[in-house]
C-alpha cells in the first residue's frame, strides 16, 4: 500500500526558543489505523492540528500523497483531510443535518448554499451511521456520544482521504464509548486512512494497526501494535509503570493495559 | 427479531422532511415591512387625504397620466419627506439587523450589537466634530462615515496579531477603541458652546430620521444596499464559521477572508446609519434575537429574515417617533425604549439564547 500520510523531519514550538516535541517521523499507508499515544500534554492534538495545516511546523514537513501541505489551499486541504474534533456543544442549537451538512463546505464556492445533492448526500451518511433519527433533533439536545458521531458523519459528509480523530472517546461512557469506537472500526475495515490520539491506550488492540508513542518532546516508539504495545514501551511512555493482562474467555481472548497502583 | 424502538431508526431516512419555515410565515414577514411602508407614506403632520397620496405616487413615481390636482407642499411632504424617510428607515431597520445577525454568528454569540467593533462611537466623534466645526450637512455625514471606518480599522489592525485576528482579540480591542472614541466625544461635548453646538450634538446622537432628503437617500442606498447583498450571499457560511475557526477552518473556510467580508460589510452599513441617521441602538440585537424564535438559528433563512423584519420595524418605530407626541420623539430614544423590554422578554423567553 502506498504512503497516504508522510511527517518528515517535523518539529512544532508556540516560540523559537522552545519546542513541544522535535524530530517526528511517521509514514501511514493507505487503509492504516494510526493510534496515537502520550500523556497528557505531550502535543498529540498539536500534531494532528500541524497535519491539517491549523497550525505551522517549525521545521520539517508534512506530505499528502507526497504532496506538501504547504502546497494546498485551505479549501484542498479540508477536500483531503478531516478532522474529528473532542465532542462540544455549539453557541446555536443548529439541528444535527445542519452539522452534517457543514460538511459541505470545501466542495462550495464562497457564496453557494448547500443543495438539494448535499442534504441528500448528508442523510445517508447519518443514515450509514444509524443517527438518521437525530436529524433534525438539535445538536445542542442530543448526548455526547451522538454528538460525536455527528461531528464524524459532518467528516464524511467532507469525502476527505485521511480522516484525524482527537480523542473520540473523552468524557463518553460505556455506551457512548463502544458506539463510537465501533464505527471508527468499520470505517477503518473499508480503508479509511485513520490519525487517533487517544487518552486510552486499550483501544488500540480494538481498532488500531499501528501506534506511534509520544512523550515529552518527541517521539518514545512506533510501530505494529504485537510490537509495541508492551509493558516497558507503555510504563517508558507514560512515566508510570503499567502491566498487560491477558485472558481468554468463552467469548475470545482480550487483552488490557492498566497502571500499576501499587 | 424486533428492534426496540431506542434502537429502531425510524423509516424517515432519505424521505426525511427538514424543518424549514411554511410559506405562511415568509409571507407573513415579508408582507410586515411592506404594509409598514405603505401607510407610513399616508401618515404624517401634516395631514394629506389618502387619494392626493396615492396620486401623486402615481404620477410621480409611475408616470401615470393624472393631473395635478394637489398643492406643491403636498408632492413635497409625500415625495420629498414622507417617502425618503420610509425607504432609508427600510434599509437602515434592514442593515442594522443583517450586521447584528452576521456579527452574532461570527462572534459565536447571540447576544452581540453590530457596533461592538467601536463604529458607533466612532462616527459619533466624527459627526461632533463637524458639528463644532460648522461644516455643512455633507461635511458632518462624510466626517461621521470616514471615522466610524477608522475606528473599526484600528480595532482591527490593533486585533491582527500573527497574521490572524482572533475574535476574542476583536473583541476586547473593539472595546478599547470604542473607549477612546467615546472620551473624544465628551472632549468635544465638554469645549463645546453650550448654547447651540452642545445641544446639537446631543440632540444629533439620540439618532432620527427626521432629516433625510432625496439627495442622502441617493448617497446612502448604493453602500447599504451592495453590503446587504453581499451578507445575503455569504449567509450560509456562518453557520460554519460559527462552530468556532478552528472546526470552520478544517472545514476549509477561509476565516480571515470570511471574517474581513463580514467586518466590511457591517462597517459599511453601520457607518452609513450612524452618518445620516445618528446613533441607532438596539435594533441589531432585537431583531436578529425576535427572529431566531420565529425561523431558527440556521443562518441560511435567519438573514433574511432579520432583512424583513429590521426593515418593518425600524418604519414602525419611526412612525411612532413622528406620531406618538406633539414634537418628535428623537429615534435612538424609542429604539431603546421598546428594545429594551422586548429583549428582556425574549431573554427570559428563550433563557439568554444560548441552547
Given at each position: 500500500m502506498s504512503v497516504k500520510l508522510s511527517i518528515k523531519d517535523a518539529s512544532f514550538g508556540y516560540n523559537d526558543s522552545q519546542s513541544v516535541w522535535e524530530n517526528i517521523n511517521i509514514d501511514v499507508r493507505e487503509g492504516e489505523c494510526l493510534c496515537l499515544l502520550g500523556p497528557n500534554g505531550c502535543g498529540k492534538t498539536t500534531l494532528l492540528n500541524c497535519i491539517n495545516g491549523t497550525y505551522a511546523l517549525k521545521e520539517g514537513s508534512v506530505f499528502v500523497n507526497n504532496k506538501n501541505i504547504k502546497e494546498m489551499s485551505i479549501i484542498q486541504l479540508a477536500q483531503t483531510i478531516g478532522i474529528v474534533f473532542q465532542e462540544h456543544s455549539a453557541p446555536f442549537p443548529y439541528s444535527s443535518l445542519e452539522v452534517v451538512r457543514m460538511g459541505r463546505t470545501p466542495h462550495l464556492g464562497l457564496f453557494e448554499t448547500p443543495s438539494e445533492e448535499d442534504t441528500r448526500l448528508a442523510l445517508s451518511i447519518m443514515e450509514e451511521l444509524g443517527i438518521a433519527h437525530l436529524a433534525g433533533k438539535s445538536y445542542t439536545h442530543i448526548s455526547g456520544g451522538e454528538r460525536q458521531l455527528v461531528l464524524i458523519a459532518r467528516t464524511l459528509c467532507q469525502q476527505p482521504e485521511i480522516i484525524l480523530f482527537d480523542e473520540p472517546t473523552s468524557h463518553l461512557d460505556f455506551k457512548n464509548q463502544a458506539m463510537v469506537l465501533r464505527t471508527i472500526k468499520n470505517l477503518s475495515q473499508k480503508g479509511m486512512t485513520i490519525v487517533m490520539t487517544s487518552h486510552f491506550p486499550n483501544h488500540v488492540w480494538d481498532i488500531g494497526t499501528r501506534v506511534s508513542m509520544l512523550g515529552f518532546g518527541g517521539m518514545v516508539v512506533q510501530g505494529p501494535v504485537e510490537e509495541v504495545m508492551t509493558e516497558k514501551n507503555l510504563s517508558k511512555t507514560y512515566g508510570v509503570e503499567t502491566k498487560i493482562y491477558d485472558a481468554k474467555s468463552g467469548i475470545g481472548h482480550i487483552r488490557f493495559c492498566a497502571p500499576n497502583l501499587g | 427479531m424486533m428492534n426496540t424502538p431506542a434502537e429502531r431508526i425510524p423509516e424517515a431516512g432519505i424521505e426525511y422532511i427538514e424543518k424549514k419555515p411554511s410559506k405562511l410565515k415568509w409571507a407573513l414577514m415579508a408582507a410586515f415591512p411592506i404594509f409598514l411602508f405603505t401607510i407610513s407614506l399616508f401618515l404624517g403632520r401634516y395631514s394629506v387625504p389618502p387619494n392626493q397620496v396615492i396620486c401623486v405616487l402615481g404620477q410621480r413615481l409611475f408616470s401615470l397620466p393624472i393631473e395635478t390636482f394637489w398643492t406643491d407642499t403636498v408632492e413635497t411632504v409625500v415625495i420629498r419627506v414622507r417617502l425618503p424617510r420610509a425607504i432609508m428607515a427600510a434599509l437602515v431597520g434592514a442593515g442594522l439587523s443583517m450586521s447584528g445577525a452576521s456579527f452574532q454568528g461570527m462572534f459565536q454569540n447571540p447576544l452581540v450589537s453590530p457596533f461592538i467593533l467601536g463604529v458607533s462611537a466612532g462616527a459619533s466623534f466624527g459627526a461632533a466634530t463637524g458639528l463644532i466645526l460648522e461644516l455643512p450637512a455633507l461635511g458632518i455625514q462624510a466626517l461621521s462615515f470616514l471615522f466610524g471606518l477608522l475606528a473599526v480599522v484600528i480595532t482591527y489592525l490593533t486585533a491582527h496579531i500573527y497574521k490572524v485576528t482572533p475574535i476574542l482579540m476583536l473583541v476586547l480591542s473593539g472595546m478599547?477603541?470604542?473607549?477612546?472614541?467615546?472620551?473624544?466625544?465628551?472632549?468635544?461635548?465638554?469645549?463645546?458652546?453650550?448654547?447651540?453646538?452642545?445641544?446639537?450634538?446631543?440632540?444629533?446622537?439620540?439618532?432620527?430620521?427626521?432629516?433625510?432628503?432625496?439627495?442622502?437617500?441617493?448617497?446612502?442606498?448604493?453602500?447599504?444596499?451592495?453590503?446587504?447583498?453581499?451578507?445575503?450571499?455569504?449567509?450560509?457560511?456562518?453557520?460554519?464559521?460559527?462552530?468556532?475557526?478552528?472546526?470552520?477552518?478544517?472545514?476549509?473556510?477561509?476565516?480571515?477572508?470570511?471574517?474581513?467580508?463580514?467586518?466590511?460589510?457591517?462597517?459599511?452599513?453601520?457607518?452609513?446609519?450612524?452618518?445620516?441617521?445618528?446613533?441607532?441602538?438596539?435594533?441589531?440585537?432585537?431583531?436578529?434575537?425576535?427572529?431566531?424564535?420565529?425561523?431558527?438559528?440556521?443562518?441560511?433563512?435567519?438573514?433574511?429574515?432579520?432583512?424583513?423584519?429590521?426593515?418593518?420595524?425600524?418604519?414602525?418605530?419611526?412612525?411612532?417617533?413622528?406620531?406618538?407626541?406633539?414634537?418628535?420623539?428623537p429615534l435612538g430614544i424609542l429604539t431603546a425604549v421598546i428594545g429594551a423590554p422586548v429583549f428582556a422578554y425574549l431573554l427570559r423567553k428563550t433563557r439568554g439564547g444560548w441552547n
Open positions: - | 478599547v477603541v470604542s473607549t477612546f472614541f467615546q472620551a473624544m466625544l465628551s472632549l468635544i461635548k465638554f469645549i463645546a458652546d453650550d448654547e447651540e453646538k452642545l445641544p446639537a450634538i446631543t440632540f444629533w446622537l439620540m439618532g432620527s430620521l427626521g432629516s433625510v432628503s432625496l439627495k442622502d437617500l441617493g448617497i446612502a442606498a448604493i453602500p447599504i444596499i451592495v453590503s446587504i447583498a453581499c451578507l445575503y450571499m455569504v449567509r450560509w457560511k456562518l453557520n460554519v464559521l460559527s462552530m468556532g475557526e478552528r472546526e470552520s477552518r478544517a472545514l476549509g473556510v477561509n476565516n480571515e477572508l470570511f471574517k474581513a467580508i463580514i467586518i466590511v460589510c457591517t462597517t459599511v452599513i453601520s457607518s452609513t446609519a450612524v452618518a445620516f441617521c445618528g446613533i441607532i441602538g438596539w435594533v441589531g440585537q432585537v431583531i436578529p434575537h425576535f427572529c431566531r424564535m420565529i425561523v431558527g438559528p440556521d443562518h441560511k433563512v435567519l438573514i433574511p429574515a432579520t432583512m424583513m423584519v429590521g426593515a418593518g420595524y425600524l418604519i414602525m418605530i419611526d412612525n411612532l417617533c413622528r406620531l406618538l407626541t406633539a414634537t418628535e420623539i
